[in-house]
């Protein structure tokens, strides 16, 4: 869709042809399917120049400024609400910080509300986590803090390539990530229990390269921003849908559902305390771990 509008929006007259002998001024290539390597392998290769922009989780955005984590905390934004209304009062600093690393924001999206699903068991309250393999993303910031808080946990970090294999060979055996990235990516085949309750939102944008931007002409630059932005926003609204079709699909017909006890979730609410507590600690500023705390409430 964004690349069609791109396309149709700077045609050249009947007959002309660009340098690259094609009919539009400007084009957009994509790669798919990790065609480029993981997301920090694109942010590396942005920065060098053989990228000029890329659609990020939080794993991308995290290697252009990490305290975008803090939309991530768990146990915090439960709801595309609360998330869309913490967002849009921390987006003037995260866009600021994200053009003074080089890059220029195309429009915000989503990946999905993330869920904990597990192989031959259920996880209900902490204590179910105790003597298991949970993957952890090997460049988050928070994961590892979350399993030294509940202790007694061998949580294994890998790449995001890494999980299906891992899952394959029983290495790990418990993965929270939304329902459709885990349906899309073949997790959900070797799942076969999903906690009800929703862990937190998984985040993500459109980033350009503003060396890119700048070098385009001004109908060049406005055509690629604007539509942009709209593509980013039927995205998000496209994947949120198809994110709770995948939820449901999961829970009814693929694994077996389990909804913690009010208790088990009192224990998650404490641990997740402790959590934030310690990620305030240096990991993120606690400025920006306390307001986030508050945005959620």
Do not use: C
């Not at 904990?116 to 393999?133: I, N, Q």
């Not at 931007?213 to 055509?223: G, N, P, R």
């Not at 709770?244 to 609410?269: C, G, I, N, S």
């Amino acid at each position: 869709m964004w690349q069609k509008a791109v396309r149709e929006r700077t045609k050249l007259p009947d007959g002309q042809k660009s340098a690259e002998g094609k009919d539009a001024s400007l084009d957009l290539v994509f790669f798919w399917n990790g065609q480029q390597g993981d997301e920090g392998a694109m942010v590396a290769k942005m920065k060098s120049g053989q990228l000029d922009g890329g659609a990020l989780t939080a794993v991308g955005l995290a290697a252009i400024h990490r305290p975008i984590l803090a939309l991530q905390l768990p146990g915090l934004f439960r709801t595309w609400e609360k998330l869309d209304s913490a967002r849009d009062a921390l987006k003037g600093e995260f866009e600021k910080a994200i053009t003074a690393a080089g890059f220029t924001l195309g429009g915000w999206g989503d990946v999905g509300l993330a869920h904990t699903m597990s192989k031959g068991f259920a996880v209900g309250g902490p204590s179910d986590l105790k003597g298991k393999r949970p993957y952890v993303w090997r460049d988050d910031p928070v994961g590892p803090i979350l399993f030294q808080v509940l202790g007694g946990v061998t949580a294994v970090p890998l790449g995001v390539p890494e999980v299906l294999p891992n899952l394959n060979t029983g290495a790990i055996n418990i993965v929270t990530a939304p329902a459709l990235a885990a349906e899309q990516l073949q997790w959900a085949s070797r799942l076969d229990n999903i906690n009800t309750e929703v862990g937190g939102a998984g985040i993500g944008a459109l980033v350009i390269m503003t060396k890119k931007i700048d070098s385009l002409s001004a109908d060049q630059k406005a055509v690629l921003l604007k539509t942009g932005d709209m593509a980013s926003a039927a995205l998000t609204a496209r994947i949120r849908k198809e994110d709770e079709a995948a939820y449901q699909r999961l829970k009814t017909t693929k694994m077996t559902p389990y909804t913690p006890t009010e208790a088990q979730k009192k224990e998650w609410d404490d641990i997740f305390k402790q959590v934030r507590s310690r990620v305030a600690q240096g990991t993120f500023p606690k400025e920006l771990v306390d307001k986030v705390e508050s945005l959620s409430k």
